[in-house]
């Protein structure tokens, strides 16, 4: 009873010293999505996400055994689904993902390496909450090899070389621009307009 009580405590005490540095912050420095976590907001966030990735799920060993079909799926699929945040290479170093808050991780450091696959798998399927961080998985875990298959495409990615980021950009989904301009390449190389296409720089 008494550890229960102290637990309670601890956890109020937590909450209202997480609730004034909230308020703190917002008062401060706004709501703006340019700036850069705290180092104190970074560390909660880490032990919150941890805390809620049951330790089942964090001690799931990955059912997909690794190869190199395995990681040629997963790096099409990173390249569609997650490159417009993350960037091919993992960094998170696009147009997007600088303007997010908190910003995507450098999934090539060890702050993501260092993440049990279980944990990977659970972030990918279920997302986390209050970031840009969607849930990927459709229906129950257990059928959810792709995600799997990305834990994989993760691991490789402090070794991806410049050739295969290279491959994966046309692989990135296009804008309508770029969709009209491939049309209409089509169009003329099957005789179907005489006038060349037009190319523009955005």
Not at 17 to 29: E, P
Not at 172 to 187: F, M, Q, T, V
């Amino acid at each position: 009873m008494r550890r229960s009580f102290k637990l309670a405590s601890m956890l109020v005490v937590m909450a209202i010293i997480i609730g004034v540095f909230t308020v703190w912050l917002i008062v401060g420095r706004g709501f703006s999505a340019t700036a850069e976590p705290t180092f104190l907001e970074a560390f909660v966030a880490r032990r919150v996400r941890s805390l809620a990735t049951p330790r089942s799920d964090r001690d799931t060993k990955n059912p997909v055994m690794s190869s190199p079909e395995v990681l040629s799926e997963a790096m099409a699929h990173f390249a569609d689904h997650c490159a417009t945040c993350h960037a091919n290479d993992g960094s998170g170093d696009t147009a997007i993902g600088r303007g997010l808050y908190p910003k995507p991780p450098d999934m090539r450091a060890a702050g993501t390496q260092d993440l049990t696959d279980g944990e990977l798998f659970y972030i990918i399927h279920n997302g986390i909450r209050l970031t840009g961080m969607p849930a990927f998985g459709q229906g129950s875990p257990d059928d959810d090899t792709d995600s799997w298959k990305l834990v994989h495409f993760i691991r490789h990615l402090p070794s991806i070389t410049s050739d295969e980021v290279e491959k994966m950009k046309g692989m990135n989904p296009k804008s309508p621009h770029e969709l009209e301009e491939d049309e209409a390449i089509r169009r003329f190389l099957a005789g179907e307009d005489v006038q060349p296409p037009s190319h523009k720089h955005d």
